[in-house]
């Protein structure tokens, strides 16, 4: 028997024993918790270890939405990952639609092209690779299906997935209204696409749901004006039932007119001008650009980005949406206003460039050829001795000029240049906005 100052001690130090294990399971119990976004596709959740807790702002309306990612097998894996931690973290009601069926992460990828006419599959030769992975898997992709040619007139024609593509649009219109028939609004995104949920319902609040809306950045091919894609696209619950509605009931036309075309989302625009329904031009709030190629000083079109929200970039990297999903969550902490064009340059692109006002490797996209300037210090002195100037790049031998500041990207054989001071002033001049220019 243990002297009674010995018990004394060790039904203390039990009691604390017990107390340590209820709190470290409390705690373990509390960070196991997911988030509060249940994505449709899912199948398990997410684990968030080792990042901070969730920044998830107030998003009224979210319970209506639909959102829908579209993506290949050749890119899945590389691109859709980072939107589970990001764009997508916050949302509740989401599916992703591929060409192939898998898991990424727990998360379900649906084959959107599953119910096409097996005649369809063995006659088009876009399917040939979808045929290939529906039979071997992964296992049957090979080199040249994950070729990254560059962009032409004609899309990338050389490219499989890409040709494949094109077929998935009316088919993912089908399945987005099968998955949430009574949403109010579905929005369409692609996955290296960056979505600003918060702009994007202070956005649809300006519109009636109940009637047909097909919103988008204008694009045209022949006669057909139709949403671009990748910057994403907006329907609500009308327009895409009526879309969904002509494509059931005369599905072998709509396959006909997709193979005789070449994209997809004009096929989907196409459709819905059938069924009466014309696209709502939203042009810069949605942007085919990326964070490089955005001039948000731009006078050259019919509206200026400074003063409109910007809701999506397209054409981003992993590690960029990445960035621009902990700057907005950072911005909105602080002080929850729509995020603008010129908040977007000023907060996020303006200290990139400022950071480091000349780079080697870079272009920044400067487009004004200065014939008479054979090195870069003579680039500079001819954008310094040019009233409009605010960069410049020395690429390939040659000088170009730009009055109108953009970040650009990596390009070897260039060297890039800003006039910060310049710049600081074009902020100055161009002042806050009061409210935002939603267009409508």
């Not at 589970?84 to 009601?93: A, E, G, Y």
């Not at 696209?233 to 006909?256: G, I, Q």
């Not at 994209?263 to 942007?287: H, M, R, T, Y």
């Amino acid at each position: 028997m243990l002297p009674r100052r010995f018990s004394r001690r060790l039904a203390a130090f039990a009691t604390v024993a017990v107390l340590f294990l209820l709190y470290h399971l409390y705690t373990l119990q509390s960070g196991l918790q997911p988030p509060s976004a249940r994505p449709l596709s899912s199948t398990t959740e997410p684990q968030y270890t080792g990042e901070p807790e969730p920044v998830c702002p107030p998003l009224p309306g979210i319970e209506d939405v639909l959102v829908v990612m579209k993506t290949g097998v050749t890119e899945s894996r590389d691109k859709v990952p980072i939107h589970f931690t990001t764009t997508l973290r916050c949302i509740p009601d989401y599916i992703i639609v591929s060409d192939f069926d898998e898991e990424i992460e727990g998360v379900k990828i649906r084959d959107v092209l599953h119910n096409i006419d097996s005649e369809v599959r063995d006659r088009v030769h876009d399917f040939d690779i979808y045929n290939r992975i529906r039979q071997q898997g992964r296992k049957g992709l090979g080199g040249d299906d994950f070729s990254d040619v560059a962009n032409s007139a004609l899309g990338k024609p050389n490219n499989p997935g890409w040709k494949l593509d094109k077929w998935k649009f009316l088919p993912m219109a089908q399945e987005a209204l099968r998955t949430k028939p009574k949403a109010k609004w579905f929005i369409f995104m692609e996955a290296d696409t960056y979505v600003s949920w918060t702009t994007a319902l202070a956005w649809l609040s300006h519109y009636d749901a109940s009637k047909p809306h097909y919103l988008g950045t204008e694009t045209q091919i022949a006669d057909v004006v139709f949403a671009h894609g990748g910057s994403g696209f907006v329907l609500s619950n009308p327009a895409l039932t009526r879309t969904v509605e002509s494509y059931t009931s005369h599905t072998k036309e709509w396959h006909d007119y997709t193979d005789f075309h070449w994209a997809g989302d004009c096929v989907l625009g196409k459709a819905l001008l059938e069924v009466g329904v014309n696209l709502e031009f939203s042009w810069p709030i949605l942007q085919n650009s990326n964070l490089g190629e955005l001039s948000e000083f731009n006078k050259g079109f019919y509206r200026e980005p400074w003063c409109f929200p910007s809701m999506a970039l397209h054409h981003l990297t992993p590690a960029e949406i990445k960035s621009l999903w902990e700057f907005e969550s950072k911005r909105w902490r602080k002080n929850k206003r729509t995020l603008l064009h010129s908040d977007l340059f000023r907060e996020y692109l303006y200290p990139e460039i400022a950071t480091q006002p000349t780079r080697l490797d870079w272009d920044n996209n400067a487009e004004d050829d200065q014939p008479f300037a054979t090195s870069f210090e003579d680039c500079r002195e001819v954008c310094e001795a040019q009233k409009g100037c605010v960069q410049f790049v020395f690429k390939g031998g040659s000088c170009y000029t730009g009055g109108s500041p953009r970040l650009g990207g990596k390009s070897s054989d260039a060297v890039s240049g800003w006039l910060t001071t310049r710049i600081r002033e074009m902020m100055d001049n161009k002042g806050l906005c009061s409210v935002p220019d939603w267009g409508v």
